[in-house]
């Protein structure tokens, strides 16, 4: 007998699993409430779609912190150069960028999408858009739909339904309850990768929100990095900032206060700075001694100004430090739904080895709706993609135990 499975969620995480139950026979409908199919998916092509990495598995596999061990098997069985390969069989050749990262040549998603769709209707998977699971039923799942209520009564079911961040486009969160009641612990879904609130004075905002601050180095607990990050409206954001954001998101919880470091001049040491600042001409004007002595003007200047209070006083020595380590306070994350990805969600003490929610058998998880987090880079999709798989392997073997 053929058995039926739903799949909750057309992100790359639920596509992952059809795409692996079909293959194994099975007969799979996915439900998506949104008209279409993977739109945060198409949203990550925006800038490129980074897919994975290719560093060292063993420094991949650490890149999920306090959830890399739980994750270890499924990305084992799912490497980053399966991703690849995996790609590659659906028409998208990809390379690896000068960071490590990994991207499609084309640098989008919507070929590789449209080539995912078109295999799994070929294998016999049901794609079903604007049905919204609205909560569970007497053994079932309620969906909304354009027809009207449906309730659905498979053998097994997934959900992969993405986390908090960008709800506009499907992942609203709105499970958290359904799956509380049922029994299962919900970590806090919190912003991940994102950027934050900086208390900046209304002249610095009005000229500067907007301007990226290029070549600096940033320390907070999560380590030191160099790039560009952008100084915003509200405070500070892009890819050197999200590096940091779970670090400083943290110790914002638990201190109630977070500083980022930046290094405005990470070319020069400390001792070199000194010497080049205290060269200059002490009758010139501090923009002219600090553009000749340190190489900063513009916005590297201007955020000089707007954290040290009454910075023409300061000495060579002291202005050189300030340059080098120069702190951000950071005062809030910004919301969940402006982030990358989400932190928290099911609980790992929930989900057995095979994905399965423990107090409710026969319904499985996987994707960004577990409790796990990973910097930008393309950890985010290879784990999706990963736990999609394992969740599928974990319904094969549930429905048909060998
Ligand atoms: C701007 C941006 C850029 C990104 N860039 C990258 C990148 O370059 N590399 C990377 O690795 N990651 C990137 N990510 C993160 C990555 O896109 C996500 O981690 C990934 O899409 C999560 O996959 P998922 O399938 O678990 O969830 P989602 O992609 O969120 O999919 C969940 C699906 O479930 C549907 N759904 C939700 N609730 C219901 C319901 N009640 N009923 C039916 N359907 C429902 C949603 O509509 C959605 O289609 C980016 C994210 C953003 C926001």
């Known amino acids: 007998m053929t058995k039926q499975i739903t799949i909750i969620g057309g992100g790359p995480t639920g596509l992952m699993a059809a795409e692996v139950l079909s293959a194994a026979g099975h007969s799979v409908i996915v439900y998506e409430a949104m008209p279409t199919f993977g739109r945060k998916f198409l949203l990550a092509g925006k800038s490129g779609l980074n897919i994975t990495h290719s560093e060292d598995f063993l420094k991949f596999a650490a890149r999920f912190g306090s959830a890399s061990a739980r994750l270890r098997p499924a990305l084992e069985a799912f490497t980053p150069g399966d991703v690849r390969h995996w790609a590659l069989g659906l028409g998208t050749e990809t390379f690896v960028g000068t960071s490590g990262r990994v991207f499609p040549t084309v640098m989008k998603a919507s070929p590789l999408l449209r080539a995912w769709l078109r295999r799994l209707e070929a294998q016999g998977v049901a794609l079903r858009t604007r049905h919204r699971w609205i ?30 961040s960008w709800p506009r486009l499907g992942s609203d969160a709105a499970w958290v309850p359904w799956l509380k009641d049922k029994g299962v612990e ?28 290029k070549s600096v180095s940033t320390t907070s607990d999560a380590g030191t990095f160099q790039g560009e990050f952008v100084i915003s409206g509200q405070g500070i954001e892009g890819s050197l900032v999200y590096a940091h954001s779970a670090a400083l998101r943290d110790r914002l919880f638990a201190q109630g206060q977070a500083t980022l470091t930046v290094d405005l001049a990470p070319g020069r040491t400390l001792e070199r700075l000194g010497r080049d600042l205290a060269r200059q001409d002490a009758k010139a004007s501090f923009s002219n ?13 201007a955020l000089l100004r707007e954290l040290v209070g009454d910075i023409n006083r300061v000495s060579p020595e002291e202005l050189a430090r300030l340059i080098k380590s120069l702190q951000i306070p950071v005062l809030r994350p910004r919301p969940i739904a402006e982030a990358i990805s989400s932190a928290g969600g099911i609980a790992w003490s929930d989900l057995d080895e095979n994905y399965m929610l423990k107090p409710l058998p026969g319904l499985f998880a996987a994707g960004e709706m577990l409790d796990w987090e990973a910097p930008t880079g393309g950890y985010l999709l290879t784990a999706c993609l990963a736990t999609g798989l394992a969740a599928a392997k974990g319904i094969d073997a549930w429905l048909d135990p060998r």
């Open 135 to 164: 909560g569970f039923a007497q053994n079932g799942y309620r969906f909304e739909t354009p027809e009207g209520p449906v309730t659905v009564q498979p053998d097994a079911a997934l959900v992969a339904l993405g986390g908090a």
């Open 186 to 213: 919900v970590v806090d879904l919190q912003p991940a990768n994102c950027g934050f609130d900086v208390a900046w004075s209304g002249t610095f905002r009005e000229r500067f929100a907007g301007e990226p601050l």
């Open 289 to 301: 001694r600090l553009r000749k002595g340190a190489g900063l003007e513009g916005v590297k200047a």
